[in-house]
């Protein structure tokens, strides 16, 4: 049975607002219904609470807002005039002062004080006030005392329908300043001149990018994303980077299901402003929003269909995402972005090339180099990702050794064939490729070129210093000792000389490279590794320095990491950590104490204990992993809802015997070196003699299981036997 619809009753409009009606009806009159009010009625709003859009009450003469603010109400009658032609007069904004930028991106409470609000003062930052639309400028100190009355309301940037090839999309709330065309020309132009060089900001094609941009066509989302990065990474604090990263993260999120190649590409340089101003929870996250959107677009396979540019930018866009894996992953398989197996795309080619929209033939990642009819020309992006595939081998390598999963007797051949992949590398350099002063000096792309042999000396340090023995990152010690002795002082020199080599081109480069130019955190990683190698290994026989000596090639690592990378958040524990042990060495060589084979004492353990403590001693990540340093908190006791906290016993069986004995000998609490007994955790203290790898440790490295052991026998694992 359908029932009935009631008919729309029409709207009965009152005889006079002002009159008091009578609540009782007059004797023997038959009542009407029109007169009767109706509980939907409509009730009367005066014009000062409609401007405002507030609840009006409806109050005869004066509603209760105006009267409390003090406003002219329209119910008001003035004398003369009918009802019909009374003036609205607009009331007087009394809003509160919006807060200020840095506060509005934190999302902190604002004051609004002047010149500064309180909080930036307590947190000693910059305070800077958004541009009003009156003035167009940005307000700050006194000149907000004489807008603050101003037209303040926020506003949403609004898009059109055309579409995202012409850049005009919604990027969210624009309460700040918003981006003058002159100033996104400027860091644009900076991008390309600074951040372009380096491997991971090479995926935007410079014509286009600038042609668009001069032009105002560019993706409004890329263009915020390129201007807040850049403004950060030159460190320009005047400009409002923080804003603009926040505005392009909102618009990548807001679409999030409608993939895009500008998105993608903006999402990039969203994760690493995230990287670099020490958000590393929200840049990991996102991470995997970059790796899901780039799978979505097949970016992993070659579509000869489109023009040479085009092509060129999305490998050069997807192996940017290969290269974040650097940041989290180190190593680790299941916190792998982009699986070797997975990518089916050449090599980036040379920048002339791609600038020019030139087909180059580069190559694979993988690539056997004893096949005949190679025609292949790589250069230098292409050999660093080659290399950066090589060493992720070697980190896996390392992990495997350090679980006592690989044996001693294939050790050796390991190295050998590495060794060799890592010199058919180097052969297949261009001769200007080559590392010489020379060649560093006339070099077009010289961040490019000592990034790359540093890379490649750091991978035989970390092969190396499996043979170091009292090294915290040195092989367990029944390795040790089942290696001949004359092979294991083969490794600690050669493991020592490429150490040397590394700070040697540092102090090339500081003194004869451009100043000017940015470097990525690996430069920095490998600075920091080879001091600690050399400065560790200054008293063993045979080492080119002695302690003296080996401090003081540590201080040019120091130098360059304070140098090129003062306001980076992702290298500062690195700094920090070569600072205390430079202190400790100097102490030491002061003081002339024998103590071979030992380090300082290590800092005090950050690991959270609110995870997992299997996952803990299988992946022993450092101070200095960006993964370690987001401090990610498992919150599963939450899901059975408050209870009694209660000791749980530890596992009983094979399950314990198996941890145990997954603990290597550079765990905290790990043995020191031959003959030293484990101590358990009730009891942990840490050798003197030994530098914990979970504290100080190689940035690449972190600690897992045999399952993520591949490519050492030179070829990847197809996708059928890793799943």
Known sequence: MTEALRPLRPLQVSRDLHEPQSSQAKPGAVSSPISTPHPLKKRAICSQCRIRKVRCDGR????????????????????????????????????????????????????????????????????VYPRTKKHGSIASGNSLAEISGADDQATQQRAGDASPAQGVEMVGPTEGPALDHNAALD??????????????????????????????????????????????????????????????????????????????????????YRIESGEFPTAFMLAALAARTALALRLNYERPELSDVAQEARRRLFWALYLLDDFFCVGL???????????????????????????????????????????????????SLRLTSVRRAVMRFNRKVGLGDELSSTIGESIRRFEEELGWLKAALRPNDQYSVPNLTSSKWQAQLIMLHMSWHQCHCDMYRLGLDGYSEAAPSPVLLALHPRDRTKMQLKCLEHAESIIRIVSDFLNHGDGECLLERDAAVCAFESA?????????????????????????????????????????????????????????????????????????????TKV????????????????????????????????????????????????????PRNHPWGTAGPGNSQVPPAGLSLDARQEDAGLIFNPWMGFTGSEDMYGVSGRPLGADDEF
């Open 60 to 127: 005869p003469n004066i509603c209760q807002n105006c009267d409390r603010l003090g406003f002219e109400c329209s119910f008001q009658q003035s004398p003369g005039k009918s009802p019909g032609q009374y003036v609205v007069k607009l009331p007087e904004r009394r809003r509160r002062m919006q807060a200020c930028i840095p506060c509005h991106s934190k999302k902190t409470r604002c004051l609004g004080e002047l010149p500064s609000c309180s909080s930036c003062v307590r947190r000693n930052r910059a305070c």
């Open 187 to 272: 860091l644009m132009e900076a991008y390309f001149r600074h951040l372009y060089p380096l491997p991971s900001f090479a995926f935007l094609h410079k014509p286009t990018v600038l042609q668009r941009c001069r032009s105002q066509t560019i993706n409004e989302t890329l263009k915020l994303a390129i201007c807040a990065v850049t403004a950060l990474q030159l460190h320009r604090t005047s400009l409002c980077h923080d804003l603009w990263a926040q505005q392009a993260e909102q618009s990548i999120l807001q679409q999030m299901g409608r993939p895009s190649i500008f998105n993608l590409q903006a999402l990039l340089l969203v994760i690493r």
């Open 333 to 383: 398989r299941e916190f792998e972005l982009c699986p070797e197996e997975t990518i089916h795309l050449q090599l980036p080619c040379d920048e002339d090339h791609f600038e020019a929209g030139r087909h180059v033939h580069t190559g694979v990642l993988r690539h056997d180099p004893r096949s005949s009819g190679d025609t292949t020309v790589v250069g230098l992006r292409g050999m």
């Open 532 to 608: 600690r190698l050399v400065m560790f290994g200054s008293r063993i026989l045979g080492a080119a320095s002695n302690l003296d000596m080996a401090v003081g090639k540590a201080k040019l690592s120091h130098n360059l990491i304070t140098r090129f990378f003062p306001y980076s958040a992702s290298t500062q524990p690195l700094r920090k950590d070569l600072e205390r042990l430079i202190t400790s060495y100097s102490v030491r060589l002061a003081l002339q104490t024998q103590e071979a084979f030992s380090e300082p004492d290590p800092p005090s353990a950050r690991s959270s």
């Open 612 to 663: 997992s403590q299997y996952a803990t001693s299988r992946q022993r990540l450092s101070v200095q992993s960006l993964l370690l340093q987001s401090d990610f908190v498992d919150d599963s006791n939450e899901i059975a809802g408050p209870t009694q906290a209660t000791e749980i016993p530890p596992p009983s069986g094979g399950m314990q015997t198996a941890h145990v004995s997954a603990v």
